[in-house]
Nanobody
């Protein structure tokens, strides 16, 4: 299984970006795909997750109402639309795949496939 995140860049506060996570090498029925982020000097933080079958979504409180996770099963791709970006959204964003139960979808230990991240920098 391979995951590849893309779409990061430099954006002004209040702006928007769309991140993509292209997947290959596996069938994701029963899996959840998630976005995590890690800012310099900080621990990895859960952002959002979506179940491949059914489409249940979970968001961190810090991004709820600003970020939207979605999937395109035909393209085997998960997206993260980020709006009203703030300086503290600056981080390396990574996508991950795993089979967590719904209550554990926020836990990074539940995900065992990880892709290289993409840097998002929000200037204030």
């Amino acid at each position: 299984v391979q995951l590849q995140a893309s779409g990061g860049g430099l954006v002004q506060a209040g702006g928007s970006l769309r991140l993509s996570c292209a997947t290959s090498g596996g069938a994701f029925s029963g899996y959840a795909l998630a976005w995590f982020r890690q800012a310099p000097g900080k621990e990895r933080e859960f952002v959002s997750a979506i179940r491949w079958s059914g489409g249940n979504t979970v968001y961190a409180d810090s991004v709820k109402g600003r970020f939207t996770i979605s999937k395109d099963t035909a393209k085997n791709t998960v997206y993260l639309d980020m709006n009203r970006l703030q300086a503290d959204d600056t981080a390396v964003y990574s996508c991950a795949a795993g089979r967590p139960i719904i209550p554990a979808m926020r836990s990074p230990s539940m995900y065992y496939y990880w892709g290289p991240g993409t840097l998002v920098t929000v200037s204030s």
